[in-house]
C-alpha cells in the first residue's frame, strides 16, 4: 500500500513540474510591430504592438533594449484635464488570454538616440524583457503610419 501512495505522490509531482515547465516555456506574442518614422530626423520615435499572452500564466514586460537605440523605455500617454502627459511604465502586466496594445496616444515603447536613420520598410530587432527574466526579441518594421 506504501508503494502505491509513493507512486502516486510521485506521478503528481511530475505532472506539476511538466505543466510548471511547460507555462515558463510559454511566451507572449507580438503583432503588428511596428515603428513610427518621424517627418524629419529626431532622436526619439515610438515603437508600437500588440502583445497577446497565450500561456496559462500572467507575464509582465518590464523593459525593453536594441541594438540599434541607445535606450528603449515602455511609457503611456494620458490625456488629463485637457492635457496630454506621458510618463513611464515599469511594468507592463498582462493576464493568461488577453493583449496589451502598444498603440499611438497611448502605451507606446520609447526608442531614443537611433544609431543610425532608419529607412521605410526596415526591420529592426527590440528585444522586451519579462519580469521572470526571460526576453522576448520581436521584430518591428519601419513605417511612416500604423499597418
Not at 497577446?52 to 528603449?72: H, K, M, Q, W
Not at 543610425?116 to 519580469?131: F, R, S
Request: glycine content about 8%.
Amino acid at each position: 500500500m506504501n508503494r502505491r501512495i509513493e507512486m502516486l505522490c510521485l506521478s503528481a509531482l511530475l505532472g506539476s513540474s511538466v505543466g510548471a515547465a511547460q507555462a515558463a516555456e510559454c511566451l507572449p506574442v507580438a503583432k503588428a510591430a511596428w515603428v513610427r518614422l518621424p517627418p524629419v530626423a529626431m532622436p526619439m520615435m515610438a515603437g508600437f504592438a500588440r502583445i497577446e499572452n497565450p500561456c496559462r500564466a500572467p507575464v509582465s514586460i518590464v523593459g525593453a533594449e536594441s541594438l540599434a537605440f541607445e535606450d528603449v523605455s515602455l511609457h503611456e500617454t494620458r490625456e488629463a484635464n485637457g492635457v496630454s502627459r506621458m510618463r513611464e511604465v515599469t511594468a507592463l502586466p498582462i493576464a493568461p488570454g488577453k493583449a496589451a496594445e502598444l498603440k499611438p496616444g497611448g502605451l507606446h515603447l520609447m526608442l531614443h538616440g537611433p544609431y543610425q536613420p532608419l529607412a521605410i520598410g526596415e526591420k529592426i530587432v527590440i528585444t522586451l524583457k519579462l519580469a521572470d527574466g526571460r526576453a522576448l526579441p520581436v521584430q518591428f518594421e519601419a513605417r511612416k503610419s500604423a499597418p
